[in-house]
């Protein structure tokens, strides 16, 4: 593991929250001029371990992908509640909503990070990997996301 | 001129709204373990041409910038008003505020991204080139920023 808090210095994902996820993806296609992307929804809490503030919970995401350059952008629409995403849309509406770094080790990471005021807010599961939400609003402005890919 | 509306793919530059950029800067550094940025104040609306909504502003910015791998993430602390910077910090505090591309003939760029919903809110010059912000958060979630770098 890095001696640096966050161990890595690349960014890897941009996040915006969207209310309606076809709309804002057929936007994104044409000002990108690429085809719009396959759009997902998260698996159910049984599968992804969903955990929202300590507690699992029920909340999805419709998600969609576009590469620019270097990095993704996702957009997410949440669906049903509670999760940061849904925070997000609730507080601020459809707006940028996190960037994101790859890490190796994510429990140890996470132990670390919130020494540096970056504790977990959602934390849960997907094929092949696992992410978590990080409350970083107040000393970092921005939530920043973790993703470990096995 | 690429024939897509954005003519380009590639983010540059990610931005934060900061209350206190020194503050930001070193935490920002530490979770990275690099050293603080210099940290600039924008120059002078005489010298940079500041337009915020049509009219002059005499607002200005403290800014820093880190390196995040292929992206440069810049911090963001309003001095003064009216600027797009200070509504967003009035509107939602500290938080994500912009993804930035590259582009090449401002001029004809903004005409025709304000045909796909992006119209301009603050535009100005900074020392070898200049910048524009669009106001994307209704049709794509986001504000865009676009560069020309001479």
């Known amino acids: ?6 161990g890595t210095h690349t960014v890897t ?4 929250i969207v209310r309606n996820l076809e709309e804002t993806a057929q936007a994104w296609s ?7 992307p ?4 998260t698996e159910p809490v049984e599968l992804t371990h969903a955990d929202y503030q300590g507690q699992p919970t029920p909340a999805l995401a419709k998600l969609a992908f576009f590469q620019l350059g270097p ?5 997410i629409e949440p669906i049903g509640e509670p999760s940061t ?10 707006s940028l909503y996190h960037i994101a770094f790859e890490v190796k080790g994510m429990a140890e990471r996470l132990a670390v990070l919130a020494e540096h005021g970056l504790p977990v807010v ?8 696992r992410y978590a939400y990080l409350d970083g609003q107040q000393k970092y402005g ?9």
């Open 1 to 6: 593991m890095s001696s640096t808090p966050l």
């Open 85 to 94: 995403c849904q925070d997000q849309l609730g507080s601020h509406g459809q």
């Open 13 to 16: 994902q941009i996040g915006i």
């Open 142 to 150: 921005a939530i920043v996301e973790l993703l470990e890919n096995d």
């Open 71 to 75: 990095v993704t952008l996702e957009l």
């Open 30 to 36: 044409r000002l990108l001029g690429v085809p719009i």
């Open 122 to 129: 959602q934390h849960g599961d997907y094929r092949g990997g």
């Open 38 to 41: 396959k759009i997902i929804v």
